[in-house]
């Protein structure tokens, strides 16, 4: 197989396969999330659940100053990562322009100088946490093997993708089959591992706060 045959192929076939596991595999984690259900709760209601819901969705966006102050580096960290991957994802303009192949929508995009640095300092970022969980032995303790493939699947695109755009080592249609290759990686293993925490994240603060709103609880 030819470096054209190879992007052709990651492209198209190998881009297909990745975007039914991806879009099926979410799906399914969702309709089993929802059929455990929710017993009847057959107590007076205290307050209200939608309200108290959104509450609990804001407010444990934003962590209190003893919670900062504790683990200051794993929020700052954090934020900094999950910000800039997703601008690296939905503001580096040839990703709109995949995004308008599949949805038919398009946005404007950032100037490429500035997605440039964000993906240097989400790398670093990254590489910093990974760093920062082995040399801390309670979270080293906690550590498994879905967390380092979580971490592997996740740094790759940012780091072939980087690669590419500078066509570092190698031809281009290479580095950007691997690029597009380590994102449909990415794709399979979403919906099977704690990435799926994407969707579920607010889903779980808004139930959380509901429960909460219920029984008359500050969440």
């Given at each position: 197989?030819?470096?054209?045959?190879?992007?052709?192929?990651?492209?198209g076939t190998g881009f297909q396969i990745a975007?039914?596991?991806?879009?099926?595999?979410?799906?399914?984690?969702?309709?089993?999330i929802m059929m455990l259900g929710r017993k009847p709760n057959l107590a007076e209601a205290k307050g209200s659940e939608m309200r108290s819901g959104l509450h609990t969705i804001v407010s444990r966006s934003i962590p209190d100053k003893s919670t900062f102050q504790r683990s200051t580096f794993t929020i700052?960290?954090?934020?900094?990562?999950?910000?800039?991957?997703?601008m690296c994802i939905f503001?580096?303009?040839p990703h709109i322009l995949v995004f308008k192949d599949v949805t038919g929508l398009s946005w404007p995009s950032l100037p490429t100088p500035v997605i440039d640095a964000i993906t240097v300092v989400t790398i670093i970022s990254l590489a910093a946490i990974l760093l920062h969980r082995y040399r801390n032995c309670v979270l080293k303790y906690l550590?498994?093997?879905?967390?380092?493939?979580?971490?592997?699947?996740?740094?790759?695109?940012?780091?072939?993708?980087?690669?590419?755009?500078?066509?570092?080592?190698t031809t281009a249609p290479?580095?950007?089959?691997?690029?597009?290759?380590?994102?449909?990686?990415?794709?399979?293993v979403f919906p099977f591992t704690k990435l799926m925490h994407a969707f579920t994240l607010f889903l779980a603060r808004w139930y959380n706060g509901a429960i909460?709103?219920?029984?008359?609880v500050e969440s």
């Open positions: 197989m030819t470096e054209i045959e190879f992007l052709n192929w990651v492209r975007i039914i596991i991806f879009v099926a595999g979410v799906i399914i984690r969702i309709i089993e700052v960290s954090g934020y900094v990562f999950h910000i800039g991957l997703f503001f580096f303009a550590t498994n093997a879905e967390d380092i493939l979580v971490w592997i699947v996740t740094i790759l695109p940012l780091i072939t993708g980087y690669i590419a755009f500078h066509r570092i080592g290479f580095l950007i089959a691997l690029h597009i290759l380590s994102v449909e990686l990415l794709l399979i909460s709103g219920f029984r008359g």
